[in-house]
C-alpha cells in the first residue's frame, strides 16, 4: 500500500496539472526533451521513480523550471513548467514542532 500512495498522488498530479491533449502534446523522445531543455539552461536537480516512470525537476539559473515525466519507453512528457524556483532549507527539529 505505501509504494502504491505516491503513483497515486503522482497520477492525481499529472492530471490535475494538464488536460490529456496537452500532454500528448509535449511529449517526445527523452533525449530530444533533455536537448531542448538544455537548450534553455535547465538541467537536472531532482530524479526519482514513480512505480516505473522516472520524474526529474530542471531547473535554470534565473528560475525557470520544468517538470518531466519519463515512461518506460523512454518517451518523456513535460508535465509541468514555471518560474521562480529556488532551494528550501531542510527543515529543522524546530520546524517540525
Known amino acids: 500500500m505505501t509504494r502504491t500512495l505516491p503513483a497515486l498522488a503522482a497520477s492525481a498530479t499529472l ?5 490529456a491533449q496537452a500532454q500528448q502534446q509535449q511529449c517526445a523522445p527523452r533525449q530530444v526533451v533533455a536537448d531542448a531543455l538544455g537548450k534553455h539552461g535547465e538541467r537536472v536537480i531532482q530524479r526519482g521513480l514513480v512505480n516505473d516512470h522516472m520524474l ?3 531547473r535554470a ?3 525557470g523550471f520544468t517538470i518531466v515525466v519519463t515512461r518506460p519507453d523512454k ?6 513548467s514555471g518560474r521562480s ?3 528550501v532549507p531542510p527543515a529543522t527539529s524546530e520546524d517540525k514542532s
Do not use: K, S, T, Y
Open 85 to 87: 524556483m529556488h532551494p
Open 61 to 63: 539559473d534565473d528560475g
Open 56 to 58: 526529474e525537476v530542471w
Open 15 to 19: 492530471a490535475f496539472l494538464m488536460p
Open 75 to 80: 518517451i518523456a512528457c513535460a508535465i509541468a
